[in-house]
RNA sequence: UGGGGUAUAGUGUAACGGUAGCACGACUGACUCUGGAUCAGUUAGUUGGGGUUCGAAUCCCUGUACCCCAGCCA
């Protein structure tokens, strides 16, 4: 007996119901095999995260199997390219998918022979109607269609047809097969749909062995089929399909598992359609596919995302069959919410201003402990370098501080994080009047950032040694669409018009301490007090590459923005 | 009356005839060597109208709104 995963007291969204019903009621005989299967066009966004921690995450609270299959029934869109990288982002994103992924073209064979079982049975033609005829013939959505002049042939002239349709004695367009079903159907689907069309094709996979390819509609239920699915679970563009998914496989009488619906992910800011997303990448509004701007899983891992964020987000966003836009806060959320507990802190001055300590005695270096991670213990402490001369982040001082203003500004003391207190003296500024530098003292009883009288101080800043600071280029990023919806514009708009064009600025020049020297690809720190950051996979040791992951919460941001409301 | 779906705070999501709860967001406050984190609190909801019932988000009737379908795409 398979131990079930599922807490008895965990509230089940509708398909995990039907599936632990399934169980209760013995109908799969105990199992549970679920399948992701894409097409191998695009590469996969947030949204397929949503649907592969669906029906990975079922098979593994119930004990049961998910494939990783892809849908290679049309070889003129799909490329090897699409399966790589498909498949690296499910492996990336945790799931255990066995060895190798599955692909519906090693079923050709296997679903040619069923399609002849259906001819035989005068339940599948051949027919000779044009695509632009065969849409007229399928009649409208308040009419009804007409039957081909081809659907009376006999299944041994079908037979005859369809072999030399496969053996490539037809030209592209020509024939197609077609199910025998009815062409006045208030379901546009099941008006004699096509089940194979010509197609002298290259195929990425199967090569040249065929000319024709199968439908969709007629494929996938038997790929679920032949891979013993329980559950074949798709979006809600497929319910009008399902009649037709059934019809299939009671017609040919074979394993017939249930397929249901589900609401695809839409979140805000941001765009999901597979066309969408190419354009932007192909009309260079972006640098790639994993452009950190981009919700493709491969642009938010290069962006900093960790997987343990992603499928929190898709356990917590749940399912359910109306669509619905999530906020992108909540991926957000998620997203600080792991990142806190298992990002280092480093301290990186994004915008620096030379800080020079004057009682500071000249060429000394001290070497403070800071800790690595407040959040985990075992994360254990580093050395931090103090001198003479530093960085502080520009916008953490005011040469006339407002209200709520708690940082640097002239006669106030701070502390600087892990070492001392400091108290500004002077501001030294250029001919222009721009402030290039700020003299300031520093207490040496205060070493560590405690003052042994007992006094406080209203603000802590990050910063660092210019003596020993390594340089970087930071790229910060913002929302792609300055609109909530950027899907719905008026009629005449083209969606890139809403594109942001502040969503990436990219800042050199940046002071980061010494002990991120290493930093490899994508490891992710937490810069203290500005947010959670990743190393690009541009970044070298002797360029160092940054990306903005996400900004810590920033209350001073917002006292800011209402002050400026009053103004 | 083409057919198929769906409606719960600003956004998501529970409640399966019995106190409309949770999360995110927003707003207060406490605490803090990150204006982070944490903690406490406030805010705000059943698509309209009828019924059935002691009792309805839930059952019935009837409107309304939104989504999907006329590829030889998936």
Redesign the pocket.
């Known amino acids: 007996m398979t131990e079930e995963v599922n807490e008895p007291n965990e509230?089940?969204?509708?398909i995990r119901?039907i599936v632990a019903d399934d169980r209760a009621s013995g109908k799969w005989d105990k199992r549970t095999h679920t399948r992701f299967?894409?097409?191998p066009?695009g590469y996969l966004h947030i949204g397929h995260a949503k649907s592969i921690c669906l029906n990975f995450g079922i098979a593994a609270e119930f004990g049961g199997k998910c494939n990783l299959r892809f849908?290679?029934?049309?070889p003129?869109?799909e490329e090897q390219e699409y399966v790589d990288s498909i498949t690296d982002d499910v492996k990336w994103l945790g799931w255990d998918f066995g060895d190798e992924p599955l692909f519906?073209s090693d079923y050709f064979q296997q679903m040619y022979d069923w399609a002849v079982d259906l001819i035989k049975k005068g339940k599948a033609y051949v027919?000779?109607?044009?695509?632009e005829?065969?849409?007229d013939y399928?009649?409208?959505?308040?009419e009804p269609g007409k039957n081909s002049p081809c659907r009376d042939r006999s299944p041994e002239e079908n037979l005859d047809l369809f072999t030399r349709m496969k053996n490539g004695e037809f030209p592209?367009?020509?024939?197609?097969l077609k199910a025998k079903i009815d062409m006045a159907s208030?379901?546009?689907?099941l008006r004699d749909?096509?089940m194979y069309?010509?197609?002298h094709a290259h195929h990425h996979r199967a090569g040249d062995g065929w000319c024709v390819?199968?439908?969709?509609?007629w494929?996938?239920g038997l790929e679920d089929s032949i891979e013993g699915i329980t559950h074949s679970i798709c979006t809600?563009?497929?319910?009008?399909?399902?009649p037709l998914y059934d019809w299939f496989l009671d017609a040919l009488d074979i394993y017939h598992p249930q397929q249901i619906?589900f609401?695809r992910l839409?979140l805000?800011y941001t765009v999901m359609s597979k066309r969408k997303l190419l354009e932007l990448v192909k009309d260079n509004h972006v640098s790639g596919w994993d452009d950190p701007r981009m919700p493709t899983l491969s642009g938010l891992r290069r962006r900093g995302f960790s997987p343990e964020a992603i499928r929190a987000f898709c356990k917590?966003?749940?399912?359910?069959?109306?669509?619905?836009?999530?906020?992108y806060?909540?991926l957000?959320?998620c997203l600080?919410?792991h990142l806190?507990k298992t990002s280092p802190?480093v301290m990186a001055v994004l915008d620096p201003l030379k800080v020079v300590i004057t009682n500071y005695p000249e060429g000394q270096t001290d070497e403070l402990d800071a800790v690595n991670?407040?959040?985990d213990e075992s994360a254990g402490t580093r050395k931090v370098p103090f001198s003479k001369v530093l960085y502080i982040e520009r916008e953490d001082f005011m040469e006339e501080p407002p209200k709520?203003?708690?940082?640097l500004a002239p006669g106030r003391e701070v502390?600087l994080?892990?070492?001392y207190f400091i108290t500004c003296t002077d501001v030294i500024k250029d001919d222009a009047g721009n402030i290039v530098e700020l003299h300031c003292t520093y207490d040496p009883e205060?070493r560590?950032?405690?003052a042994p009288d007992g006094r406080?101080v209203?603000?802590?800043?990050?910063w660092v040694s210019d003596e020993h600071a390594l340089d970087a280029e930071v790229r910060l990023y913002d929302h792609l669409f300055t609109l909530e919806n950027p899907d719905n514009v008026e009629e005449g708009t083209h969606f890139t018009e809403n594109i942001n064009p502040d969503s990436l600025k990219v800042l050199t020049g940046c002071k980061i301490e010494p002990s991120v020297k290493d930093a490899t690809s994508l490891d992710r720190f937490?810069f203290?007090?500005?947010g959670y950051f990743c190393t690009d996979k541009d970044s070298e040791p002797e360029k160092l590459v940054f990306n903005k992951t996400v900004g810590?919460?920033?209350?001073?941001?917002?006292?800011q923005?209402?002050q400026q409301k009053k103004k």
């Open positions: 509230r089940l969204d509708f119901q299967p894409p097409e066009n849908d290679d029934t049309n003129c869109k519906a027919c000779d109607l044009t695509a005829e065969t849409r399928r009649g409208t959505l308040k592209d367009g020509s024939r197609t208030p379901n546009i689907n749909p096509v069309r010509i197609l390819y199968p439908m969709y509609d494929a996938h809600l563009e497929f319910e009008n399909h399902r619906e609401a839409n805000t917590i966003i749940s399912v359910n069959k109306f669509n619905s836009t999530i906020d806060a909540l957000e959320h600080r919410q806190n802190r991670n407040p959040e709520k203003f708690f940082r502390r994080r892990y070492a205060t560590g950032g405690d406080r209203k603000a802590t800043l990050h937490q203290e007090r500005i810590l919460k920033d209350t001073w941001a917002k006292v923005k209402q």
